[in-house]
């Protein structure tokens, strides 16, 4: 959870305790959430949330504990309340994980622990909040469930992709295969690109760069469960060597962490402690993003971030919304841009690059975006 969204909930649950009349704790929410702002001066309206909790704490510090605590006063109904306020906590968590499902059963439990309580007109209004926000994931859960399925292309159209829009580093049948599985991949196949790349994982030469890319894959169809199943299988077989475990393990925690995924990481095991070096065990380097200075257009000067979706060897691949484009306008095939900035899971490096391919796609989900290859030439 971000720092953002920790203050957040903290206020949050707060608001909760004061409403219900435990003072004392609704002063340590506030308190740690003040202590949490004042020690990360990046956060929004920072001072503004500060003078706001130091009203709401001024005024729960003048109010006698006594004359404020509801008549449920009980040990078991504070006890009650912290089990509701953690429940919440683990629903709030689950949801921006996103894990839909497993926060509104949360939340119906909670909901269940209230609804045989004798609960005051406090207790009738957390009962309707919790009531408002399992409704909501409700919502989302649904439209999730009704949202069209990704258009499935004839084996056909699928051919044709593959013919079309690969590279080939080599000119060998095991690069061709593995640039036309990207080539699904970049369309949206995802299924169809991943089984692809399954038969390269029986060849040593493309088998790193097949498992990679089979990750990748598994993130874009929002299916990070997938990816770390399958890192667990190839962790616990004798397929890749340590380095090269280790190398993929790299990569699924840069995955995960850019999508804010860090708690389904799965552990970090290897047979033996082997580090990585660079251009030692490694052809190249993984890249996560690079960022590049505009050097023409309206927007020049500007530095502007892409995400690698796929890569193989030194071709790295960026699949461009539509919304983006003008971005790259100027990119034309053949150009080279030497000042790129390359993100990767453990260094930032300089380097230079070609533009290696540029094409609109025009079949599938990702139609109307635009396919871009970057060659790396120099790190």
Known sequence: MDISKQVKALLNEAEIYRGQGFNEEALAKYYSAADIINKNKQIKNGQKLISLIMGKTKSL????????????VEDNAAADLKNIMKMLHEAEFYKDQGLLTDSAEIYRNSLNILKNKDLDKKG??????ITAKLEKINLRIKSVQNAPAVPELTDKNKK????????????????????????LAKFGQ?????NELNKLLLKDKPRLIAAKN??????????????????QEWNSGDLFSPPQIEELYLLLEALFKKNNLDSLLPDRKTAQKEKIKRNQEIEII?????????????????????DVNYQSGN???????????????????????????????????????????KVEINRGPKKGCLSLDIKIISI
Do not use: H, W
């Open 61 to 72: 510090e003048k109010t006698s504990p006594i004359d404020e605590i509801p008549r449920a």
């Open 190 to 194: 995802y299924e169809s690109a991943i």
């Open 315 to 357: 071709i790295i691949s960026f699949v461009i919304s539509k919304s983006d484009r003008e971005l790259v306008d100027n990119f034309s095939i053949g150009l080279q841009l030497n000042e790129i900035q390359f993100y990767s899971p453990i260094a930032i490096f300089k380097g230079a690059g070609l533009i290696y391919d």
């Open 286 to 306: 993984d890249i996560s993003s690079i960022g590049i200075t505009l050097q023409e257009g309206p927007q020049k000067g500007r530095l502007i971030e892409l």
């Open 160 to 183: 044709l992709i593959k013919e079309l829009f690969a590279f080939t580093n080599d000119g060998t049948k095991e690069s061709a295969d593995l640039s036309s599985a990207i080539a």
């Open 214 to 231: 089979i990750l990748r894959c598994c993130i874009a169809m929002n299916l990070p469960e997938n990816a770390a199943k399958q890192y």
């Open 124 to 129: 009738g209004i957390l009962v309707k909040t």
